[in-house]
C-alpha cells in the first residue's frame, strides 16, 4: 500500500522572523519522533499576516530562511511543505510556498496566485495586492508517493485550478492557508471538503494558530480531507501538531467506484492551462 505520513503544524506567530523559526525547528522535530515523511507549515509563520510587515520580512531565495529551511528538511529526513514566507524578486514581493526534499534540495516553489483582496463590509477587509505580487504558475511536485499539488490559501477557491493540479496527476493537494475568523467559520470546511469531493483526491490545510491579540486573527483549524470528503483529523485554534497517515491506493479505489474523472464531457468542454 502506497501510504504517507503527514505532519502539520499549526503555530501561533510573532513579531520576531528567527523566533518563528525556531519555533518551527523545534515543533518539526517533535514530529520526526512520529517517523512522519512530510511536514507542513502554516502560510506566512515567519510573519504576521498584515500587509505592511510583508516588505519587512521579505527576503530572496538562497537567504538565511530559505536555507534554515532546507537544513531543517535535511537534517529530519523529511519532505517539508515551507508554509509561505515573503519572498523578494526583481523589485517585487511574492507569498512563496518552498518545498525541500529529504536532501534539502528545492523540489517546488509555488507562488500564491490570486491575492487575498476583500472588504466584508463590517467585518473583514484585506489587501494583499497592497505590497505583493500575484504568481503564475500552477504548482505540481513529484515525491516518493507521487504526485502532490500546492497552492496558497486563497488559490484553493478557484475550482480550475484544483482541477489543472489534478490534471497534471495530483492525488494531494497541499494548501498552506490563513482563513479568518469571518471566512474560516463559513468557508474552511467547506472548501477543503468540496475540492477533496470534486476531485477525488486529499486536502491537506495548514493554518496559523488563531492569535486574538492580532489585528489579523487566523481561524486554525488545520485538517486533512479524503477523497470521499471525510474530515480524517483536525487542530482546534491552539498552537498545536498533528500527524495523520494517508492511503494513496484510497484515491485510486474511490475514482474506480465513483469515475467522476472519466464522466466529464471533453467533447463539451476542456479546462487548459495558458
Not at 463590509?121 to 497592497?130: A, I, L, P, V, Y
Not at 474511490?254 to 466529464?264: A, D, F, S, T
Amino acid at each position: 500500500m502506497n501510504k504517507l505520513k503527514i505532519g502539520l503544524i499549526q503555530m501561533k506567530v510573532s513579531q520576531n522572523k528567527k523566533e518563528n523559526l525556531d519555533k518551527a525547528y523545534n515543533l518539526i522535530k517533535d514530529l520526526t519522533c512520529k517517523r512522519v515523511d512530510i511536514v507542513v507549515l502554516p502560510e506566512m509563520f515567519s510573519t504576521p499576516y498584515v500587509t505592511s510587515n510583508f516588505p519587512l520580512y521579505a527576503e530572496k531565495e538562497g537567504d538565511y530562511s530559505y536555507n534554515f529551511l532546507s537544513n531543517i528538511a535535511k537534517e529530519n529526513n523529511i519532505y517539508l511543505v515551507a508554509g509561505s514566507i515573503p519572498e523578494f524578486d526583481n523589485n517585487k514581493i511574492y507569498n512563496t510556498s518552498f518545498v525541500f526534499n529529504r536532501h534539502g534540495k528545492k523540489i517546488a516553489k509555488h507562488r500564491k496566485i490570486h491575492l487575498f483582496d476583500i472588504d466584508i463590509k463590517g467585518k473583514q477587509t484585506f489587501k494583499e495586492s497592497d505590497t505583493l505580487s500575484p504568481g503564475d504558475e500552477v504548482t505540481v511536485f513529484d515525491s516518493d508517493f507521487g504526485k502532490i499539488g500546492l497552492c496558497i490559501c486563497y488559490d484553493l477557491r478557484f475550482p480550475e485550478l484544483a482541477r489543472l493540479m489534478v490534471n497534471k496527476g495530483a492525488k494531494v493537494i497541499i494548501v498552506p492557508a490563513s482563513f479568518n475568523m469571518t471566512t474560516g467559520p463559513a468557508h474552511w470546511h467547506l472548501m477543503f471538503r468540496s475540492k477533496a469531493v470534486d476531485n477525488q483526491i486529499y486536502t491537506i490545510g495548514c493554518s496559523p494558530a488563531s492569535d486574538y491579540n492580532s489585528s489579523y486573527v487566523s481561524y486554525g483549524h488545520s485538517l486533512i480531507v479524503s477523497p470521499f470528503g471525510e474530515v480524517l483529523c483536525e487542530l482546534d485554534d491552539k498552537e498545536n501538531i498533528i500527524t495523520y497517515e494517508i492511503d494513496l491506493d484510497y484515491v485510486d479505489k474511490i475514482r474506480e467506484e465513483l469515475p467522476l474523472l472519466n464522466h466529464r464531457r471533453k467533447d463539451l468542454y476542456e479546462l487548459i492551462e495558458k
